[in-house]
């Protein structure tokens, strides 16, 4: 079964860290490039971060800059999101998105909870 599945969500206070873990199964997960997203109740989903399948590079949205690294195991076919200096509006639901442009394909995980709060 084709399928990512995140893991490592849970409640941490002000200034901790967390790390997310995204782990393909059914394929290879660096050919593909590899998004963190998060959706907070009563927001749109947002792109977090993301590395690409070429080059290995990473992007960051703003509000996470400096915070927050993306890299990928290949090894372990899996992608993380270390989270650091955490605060309470990183509090969502994290997704992890795999996707690739030829064939296309695109894969979603279910999501794991982050809650930031003392």
């Known amino acids: 079964q084709l399928q990512i599945v995140e893991s490592g969500g849970g409640l941490v206070q002000p200034g901790g860290s967390l790390r997310l873990s995204c782990v393909a199964s059914g394929f290879n997960l660096d050919r593909y490039s590899v998004g963190w997203f998060r959706q907070a109740p009563g927001k749109e989903r947002e792109g977090v971060s993301c590395i690409n399948s070429s080059d290995g590079s990473p992007n960051y949205a703003n509000s996470v800059k400096g915070r927050f690294s993306i890299s990928r195991d290949n090894a372990k076919n899996t992608v993380y999101l270390q989270m650091n200096s955490l605060k309470p509006e990183d509090t969502a639901v994290y997704y992890c998105?795999?996707?690739?442009?030829?064939?296309?394909?695109?894969?979603w995980g279910q999501g794991t909870q982050v809650t930031v709060s003392s």
């Open positions: 998105n795999a996707h690739k442009s030829w064939p296309s394909r695109d894969y």
